[in-house]
């Protein structure tokens, strides 16, 4: 099976090829401005030009081995990007959405966006509408839904030029009734309207799941034109294969799907980062370093994979329930400024601009990738560049970057004992070689593309919501577990590699014969193909 | 300090510190937390008054959120309705309360009263009627002291509203104004029984508010310094750690206007190999260690996230979270004889003899 995983990030467009579990190519170009350029580019150096050897000497043996093996076909294409992420991060490409509640008088003080950061909330607010309707935990409508003032709503959407819409209704997890016709009257209105629906993202909890499709829906144009750069680019380059996208959890969903729930893909790319440091490190338990141009991502490996966050997740300041890795994110990469006096290292980066700005490059900012290239932990760009730059300041840097790295860790370790530390990403020379409480620092081949790899190994799902009635509850999971097994196996994963990853049910008091909701996900490994 | 104005930082503390003494109930603070950054953003200050400075005949209004906490996170939570519920015993009364009070301290019920303060203008008392959370009308220490159960005034959002003139006794009254409430969506504004100035100063338990405030303050302060929050709380508030562990199951159901489960917990760390379980009725009332009874009610059982010290509630309790479960020791009125037979495990339905973890 050969696979074809690509990480599109800020800086770099990182694309690998995998043959079964094996990494037979990697490159990495820049991000252009239009996506589809930079990504055809990566689909054509990884084709059409040979395998190479790893950039960078290993410390551990190579897990990968390069051969040419005659033209096969492409199975599948991961993607993984941290657009959309970035995209509410940096407060860009989002469109105003309308905002309908559906619950008064209950929840009224509360409206939309209240706990939400004021400057995204400017953007992403199109116009809040709060109708009377919603339902009650036993399934009584709280008052009658109020579907004269939805279509008022609908006109005035309409007269706005809104594009986007999410609908959140009371207890829509149990009842989604209101929310379903709600939608009706908009599209009878606004045929154009792209409409997120609360429950089709979320669970209990109206304000986080009215966050998460607020967060879909101002993602909706966005994600459209990202799918559709990757889609051109795959067809510009001959590959055929299915496209899929990866998702917050590490698995995939194909990419016109994913294109409708943008936020499924917000933390795909730590995720990714984090898989491939396993993938190729062949370690279950470490921390993960993934040293980028802007920022250090630290997160902590587990049975090989990321630890994830408890409780509430925030993305760009907004409140989900989403589950994510853990992560601690350090403003320092190798393009962060360095500055003498007072000392400074980050949180400015040149970012994209590193090989033009950077003075190892000809540029004229003194970064962290040059006190590197000084101190002789790399070879890049010319070290004559840097010759002129004081040893005092490249000693003192290199210990606060050091010093940045090591508190860092320190803060995402949970237990006492000395693990081992994955050391990945383009700026990976910029870790220490020894760390306290840290038993060995591993560097990979392939380490400066873990992100792609994380990709190209993403796993399948399989996911059961369903109502079971007069069973026991112990028997209606098990039966849920087996039927999201079945759905992940025929969706490609491999059985013996399936692991529970979600179990909830709500009882439903409203239905008769002891009702139960019941929401199995399990994940596994593409067969012939995982982890080894 | 006899009366002073609460900042708004102090309310966020107050959110952090109550959801931790909720022992897993009381509905999340973070609805009320919002809406009191709402409104102090509209210019509120809210200020706390020392019990002591209550006059022997001054009336305060006791007031609670009743209902289920999971129905909370749908419905969410509005200032209207619980000063809706105050004015209401105003209005039947005939008489105007001189402060206001929560009934509990633990979860969103801290600041009920900040809401309702805001609204009509009254100070907030700085005391409570449990110490923590507790799911019933008669688990109080004014139950404890025998003191009167009635009237009670319950207000919904829809403008619904209910007087249980008289109640036999406290089980009573919880019995009657379960039943609204569970009619009303099993959520609603309570205006408990009026309490005077002399009965607040002998019979409330005092200093909670400042005591959560503190608590929250402690957790705020590990945090920015990287240090773990639970040790932090542990240390602060003379804690014990029970268990460290994974959540594997919660089965929960919401039932006669309760949030009512069980949750197993697998050991890590320390823990590695062990097993703890936990049951809830709003709030977590048993927990074993390896099928035996380890904390028991009164005793305050929290369950924390394991890293950032967040409380986790009986309603967002879910698989694969990591937690540690403590326990922190209960207002001496709870643990007398008296406050057993309303508040001990018998209460709750288990036939286990009180033992605190806190007596070796």
Redesign the interface.
């Known amino acids: 099976m050969r696979r074809i995983g690509i990480d599109v990030g800020g800086t770099n467009t990182d694309a690998v090829l995998l043959e079964g579990d094996r990494v037979v190519h990697a490159v990495k170009t820049p991000t252009t401005p239009d996506v589809t350029t930079g990504i055809t580019r990566a689909l054509d150096l990884l084709l059409k030009t040979g395998p190479v050897e790893p950039p960078l000497t290993s410390i551990r043996p190579p897990a990968v081995q390069a051969g040419l093996g005659p033209p096969a076909p492409i199975h599948a294409v991961m993607i993984g990007t941290t657009h959309f992420t970035n995209a509410v991060v940096q407060r860009k490409d989002l469109v105003p959405v309308a905002a309908i509640r559906i619950g008064l008088p209950a929840s009224a003080s509360l409206e939309p966006f209240i706990d939400w950061p004021d400057d995204l909330a400017a953007i992403v607010r199109g116009e809040i509408f709060m109708l009377e309707g919603g339902h009650e935990y036993d399934g009584r409508p709280i008052v009658p839904f109020d579907a004269a003032g939805m279509r008022r709503a609908a006109r005035r959407i309409r007269e706005l030029g809104l594009r986007s819409a999410a609908i959140a209704s009371v207890f829509s997890p149990l009842n989604a009734s209101c929310e379903d016709e709600a939608a009706a009257i908009l599209r009878e209105e606004c045929p154009d309207v792209a409409i997120t629906l609360s429950h089709h993202l979320g669970r209990i909890g109206l304000l986080e799941r009215e966050n998460v499709a607020l967060l879909n829906a101002t993602l909706g144009a966005l994600a459209g034109r990202t799918v559709g750069a990757f889609t051109k680019a795959l067809e510009r380059s001959g590959v055929a294969a299915p496209l899929y996208l990866t998702q917050n959890d590490g698995t995939i969903m194909l990419a016109s799907l994913a294109q409708r729930f943008p936020v499924y893909s917000f933390a795909s790319g730590p995720t990714n980062s984090m898989r491939g440091a396993a993938f190729l490190s062949r370690l279950t338990d470490a921390i993960v370093v993934d040293v980028g141009g802007t920022t250090t991502d630290i997160g902590c490996l587990r049975h090989g994979f990321p630890r994830e966050a408890n409780n509430v997740v925030e993305v760009g300041g907004v409140r989900t329930l989403f589950r994510m890795p853990d992560l601690l994110s350090l403003g320092l990469g190798g393009g962060s400024l360095v500055r003498p006096e007072p000392l400074a290292v980050g949180p400015l980066s040149v970012g994209y601009q590193l090989t033009e700005r950077a003075r190892v490059f000809g540029g004229a900012d003194l970064t962290a990738t040059d006190v590197a290239v000084a101190a002789g932990l790399v070879e890049l760009g010319d070290r004559k560049r840097v010759a002129d730059v004081p040893a005092d300041l490249v000693k003192s840097a290199l210990a606060r970057i050091h010093a940045m790295i090591e508190e860092g860790v320190d803060r995402m370790k949970t237990d006492a004992s000395a693990v081992p530390l994955v050391a990945v990403g383009g700026g990976c020379f910029l870790v220490p070689a020894a760390i306290d409480g840290v038993s060995e620092v591993v560097h990979v081949p392939h380490r400066a593309v873990a992100n792609a790899v994380g990709a190209a190994i993403a796993q399948v799902s399989g996911e059961v919501d369903q109502i079971f009635q007069n069973r026991s509850r112990e028997d209606a999971i098990a039966e849920a577990r087996r039927l999201a097994e079945a759905k992940a196996v025929s969706a490609g994963a491999d059985p013996a590699t399936l692991t529970v990853v979600e179990v909830e049910d709500i009882p439903i008091a409203y239905l008769p014969g002891n009702s139960l909701r019941t929401r199995v996900r399990v994940i596994g490994d593409i067969a012939g193909g995982g982890i080894a | 300090m006899a009366r002073r104005p609460i900042t708004e930082a102090e309310i966020e503390s107050l959110a952090i510190g109550a959801w931790i003494l909720g022992t897993g109930g009381g509905g999340s603070p973070y609805?009320g937390l919002?809406?009191m950054r709402?409104l102090y953003r509209a210019g509120a200050v809210v200020d706390l008054l020392d019990a002591g400075d209550l006059a022997d005949d001054d009336l305060v209004a006791v007031v609670s959120n009743m209902g289920?906490p999971?129905?909370g996170?749908?419905?969410?939570?509005?200032?209207?309705t619980i000063a809706r519920a105050v004015t209401m015993m105003e209005e039947y009364l005939n008489r105007t309360f001189r402060a206001v009070m929560s009934v509990e301290i633990g979860g969103g019920n801290a600041i009920q009263p900040f809401m309702a303060a805001a609204l009509l203008d009254k100070p907030v008392v700085d005391a409570d009627a449990m110490g923590r959370a507790f799911p019933e009308a008669q688990m109080t220490s004014f139950a404890i002291h025998d003191l009167r159960p009635w009237p009670l005034t319950l207000a919904d959002?829809?403008?619904n509203g209910v007087v249980v003139p008289r109640a036999a006794t406290w089980k009573w009254m919880e019995r009657l104004s379960r039943t609204a409430c569970v009619a009303v969506?099993?959520i609603a504004g309570t205006c408990k029984a009026p309490r005077t100035g002399k009965e607040v100063k002998e019979c409330a338990i005092l200093g909670t508010t400042t005591k959560a405030i503190r608590l929250g303050d402690v957790v705020q302060a590990a945090r920015r310094a990287?240090r773990d929050p639970v040790e932090a709380v542990l240390d602060a508030e003379h804690g014990r750690l029970l268990f460290a562990g994974k959540v594997q199951?919660v089965?929960?159901?919401?039932?006669e206007g309760f949030l009512r489960g069980h949750a197993k917990l697998e050991g890590l760390?320390d823990f590695k190999g062990r097993r703890f379980e936990l049951a809830f009725q709003n709030e977590f009332a048993v927990g074993w260690l390896d099928g035996e009874p380890r904390v028991m009610t009164p005793d305050l059982i929290c369950v924390m996230?394991?890293?950032?010290g967040?409380a986790?509630g009986t309603?967002?309790l879910?698989?694969?979270?990591?937690?540690k479960v403590i326990a922190l020791p209960a207002p001496p009125i709870l643990l007398t004889p008296k406050g057993l037979q309303h508040v001990g495990p018998r209460a709750f339905g288990y036939d286990l003899d009180f033992v605190s973890v806190f007596a070796a």
């Open positions: 609805y919002l809406n709402k289920a999971l129905v996170q749908e419905r969410l939570t509005d200032p209207q959002v829809r403008d969506g099993s990287h199951d089965a929960r159901r919401t039932t760390d996230d394991a890293i950032s967040e986790v309603e967002v879910r698989y694969g979270q990591r937690v």
